[in-house]
């Protein structure tokens, strides 16, 4: 572990469980803004993490938690949704004060509150543009949970891109399905694009370069307009001309309704997550 030097009462002391990509992402985001490396606690079994965390963030690391949790503020759960019951034993009895707030996929804020023995819980779904500062992340409090508890959630999420509080725990499931997973149905249609516009002769640098260009200028448009989507579409789509063929043919093949069926396939199983592994114990 590495040293720790005077704690900073105006800055909370956050333990992060798990030292993974989202838990890299906030680290970092704290970092960046002022929050002190020192304040900050990541427990993480595995040596390579912790020396990678403590190298680039100046964070203390555990490989196991032990009594110098005991002043955490917030604990982050960032661990699998498998792993989370299990990591949380060794945890719990240091962190009894604290306030939790959980990136694991599936698992309800009512299992969490029986794991985690408290019901000062925070439910979040981030997704991996956090990464870079531009992820969206939907949350969910339970009662409670205070406002000054949110406003510490507020504070360490921040830096990550947009948040939306939700008043349905079960909304994170939606979530999942739109945000979550989201860049993943953006990388799947960027990778169609790319690999078609190499068969149509561009080079793969011109054909990734187009692809990116083209949905980062399409977002930020429509982030900039306050007119709907489909007026957007209209509006490049003139009857009878190149955009309108393209959208013609999308609507033959039915993409919309596949995307749509994939939205609903991805909350199913994030449902089915949650019944798997947060059935009563």
Not at 66 to 77: C, E, K, N
Not at 186 to 211: C, D, N, R, T, W
Not at 238 to 255: E, N, P
Request: with cysteine; hydrophobic share 45%.
């Amino acid at each position: 572990m590495t040293a720790a030097s005077t704690a900073t009462p105006s800055h909370p002391l956050i333990a992060f469980i798990g030292g993974g990509n989202m838990a890299s992402a906030i680290i970092g985001g704290l970092v960046q803004q002022g929050h002190p490396g020192e304040r900050i606690v990541v427990v993480a079994p595995t040596e390579a993490t912790r020396g990678r965390l403590a190298q680039a963030y100046g964070v203390r690391t555990l490989a196991a938690p032990d009594a110098s949790l005991g002043g955490a503020d917030l604990v982050v759960w960032a661990v699998k949704p498998q792993m989370l019951q299990a990591a949380a034993q060794p945890v719990l009895p240091f962190v009894a004060q604290a306030l939790h707030l959980s990136v694991a996929a599936g698992i309800g804020s009512d299992t969490l509150a029986r794991w985690l023995q408290s019901e000062r819980v925070v439910r979040a779904m981030p997704n991996t543009p956090a990464l870079v500062g531009q992820g969206m992340t939907g949350l969910y409090a339970r009662p409670a949970a205070t406002s000054a508890d949110r406003t510490l959630v507020e504070r360490t999420l921040q830096p990550t891109g947009q948040l939306l509080w939700l008043d349905q725990d079960t909304l994170i499931d939606a979530v999942t399905a739109v945000s979550g997973s989201g860049p993943a149905y953006v990388f799947y249609f960027m990778e169609a694009i790319e690999a078609q516009g190499v068969k149509l002769g561009l080079s793969p640098q011109q054909a990734h370069q187009l692809a990116l260009a083209t949905f980062a200028g399409a977002t930020a448009l429509a982030a900039a307009s306050d007119e709907p989507l489909q007026t957007l579409r209209q509006r490049v789509t003139s009857k009878g001309g190149t955009t309108f063929a393209a959208i013609s043919s999308l609507k033959a093949d039915g993409v919309a309704g596949s995307i749509q069926r994939a939205v609903q396939a991805c909350q199913q199983r994030a449902r089915e997550l949650g019944a798997e592994f947060g059935r009563a114990d």
